[in-house]
Every structure is written in structure tokens, then in C-alpha cells.
């Protein structure tokens, strides 16, 4: 099979983002109404604890020693918003792997008609949620080389970062403790997609062990520097995105009920966008994993009846 460049999955995702709109849409709106649930069971928590709190006005303005006061003041009410939010990004991982499995059903069937999608979607999405389930489970091993990297990388900076004096040189320290424990993650992360695709694009047909597809993806991933540079840019482009939004809305406060809707609508629009951004990425791996090469299929051993 010939092989792809990245010009080729560069341009594969625009037209899936294009053609499936509705499925992008519909995966933006179950990742909204968990936000939303989230951010409302975690405002009745703050409600309750500090709506008769004058300092809590004062920490919202952005006074520090404020904020410091009310955290120390209400502890209970701090580890109650934790575990909400906790119990949502556990809520939303589980959902995750189902969303995703539907979404590379969707890029890797192709189906035609609002019908026809949204059954390849719950198909593959249900599928192939075991499936994902234990690979999350084989890459737990790579966190914990990636938190080790870190722990390393940051001892070997912590000198230069308490002795910087500027921002640039506080910049580079953090960047050179960080650098290594962030291009592992994204090794191994971006094998957890090609192994994922492999899973979506073979389980029919050969039966693949999660394990040996984890393992053989990484190898995959490693032997095609076009997978990494293909994911990077994905990356760079989010973070272009929420970068750019943070430095537009510095010194722009909105108060109020106008202002905080005004505010929950744009971040919504920067959350679809980088949605639109990861599915463009999953758009590309998909049309490159296409092009592996099948692997070796088991040859169940076949038992004879006598007589």
C-alpha cells in the first residue's frame, strides 16, 4: 500500500469536520452537558458556602489574600468542588471511550445519511468500548514512565527555577524540565489513537489482542515520524486556540448575568472549535491507518469430531 504524507492528512480532516458536522455537533453537546452539570453542582457547593461571605466578592475581583482567606475558611466546601469536579472527568473518560469509538466508526465507514451515521456511530461506539477500555488499562504503564520523566525533569530544573529572575528565564527553565516528560506523553499518546483506529478497523476481520495492537502501535508510531509531526500540529493548533482567547480576554471583565453568559457562549465557541480541531487530527490518523498493513491473523486450531 502506498503511503500517505502530510498533506494528505492535513487535508482529510477539513472534509470529515465538513461532511459530519451533525456527528461533531452531537459530541460537542454531550461534552457541554457534562460541563454544564459540573459547573452548576459546583456553584450550589459555593452558593452554600460563601454566599454571605464578604471576602468572597473581594477574591472574585481578583484580590489574592482574599481568595487565600476564603480557601482556608472553607476547606470542606474546596474538597466537595474537587470531588465534583473528579467524578466529572471520571464521568466524562467512560463516556469518552464511546464517543471516540463512534467517531472512528463514523471517519472509517463513511456512511451516508443522517440514519445510516448515526447507527455506524452507536455500532462502533459500543463495539468497541471493551476494546478501548483495556487498552486504557495497557497504557497505564506509559504514565507512569511519563510522571517518572517529569519528576526527573523537573528536579533538574528546580535550582534554575528558584533562582530565575525574569520571565524568559523562568519560561526556558520550565520548558526544559518539561520538554521530555511532554514529548514521551505524546509518543505514547499518539500510539493510543493508531491503536485504537487498528482496534475500529480490524476487530471484525482478525480479532485483535489489545495488547499486541498497543505494543505494535508504538513501534508503528515510532518507525513514522508523519504521525508525530501530524499529532504536534493538532496540538499546536489547540493550543494556539486557547492561547489566543486567554490573551484576547485579558483586561476585558464582564460582570454580571450579561457578561457571564456572554463569557459561557464564547468559551463554548472556543470549546467547539478545538472539538473540530481533534476531529480533523482522529480524520487524518484514520486515513493513515488505513494504510498499515494487516496483522497476522489467529488460526483458531480446529478440532475433528471422531466417529
Known sequence: MARLGLGEMLGAGPRAVTRYTGTLLAVFVVQTLVAVVCMFAVAAV???AFAHHPLWDDAVDGDLIALIACL???????????GIVFGAVLLWQLATWFLVGGLYGVLAQRPEGRGDTAR??????????LAYARLALCAIPGLLAVLFVLLIGMSFVATRIEHALTIPELAFALALG????LLLAHVLSTASDYARIELTL????????VV???LSSCSYVIGRPVTLVHGGLGWLCFAFVTIGYAYLSQGHPMYGAEGAVT??????GIALLRTAIRT???AGQVELGRTRPLPARRVEPKIEAKG
Open 46 to 48: 459555593l452558593v452554600q
Open 72 to 82: 482556608r475558611w472553607a476547606k470542606v466546601s474546596m474538597f466537595a468542588s474537587g
Open 120 to 129: 455506524c456511530f452507536g455500532a462502533s461506539g459500543a463495539s468497541t468500548y
Open 178 to 181: 518539561l520538554a521530555p516528560a
Open 202 to 209: 480490524r476487530q471484525e476481520t482478525h480479532n485483535p489482542s
Open 212 to 214: 499486541f495492537t498497543y
Open 263 to 268: 463569557l459561557f457562549v464564547i468559551r463554548q
Open 280 to 282: 480533523g487530527v482522529l
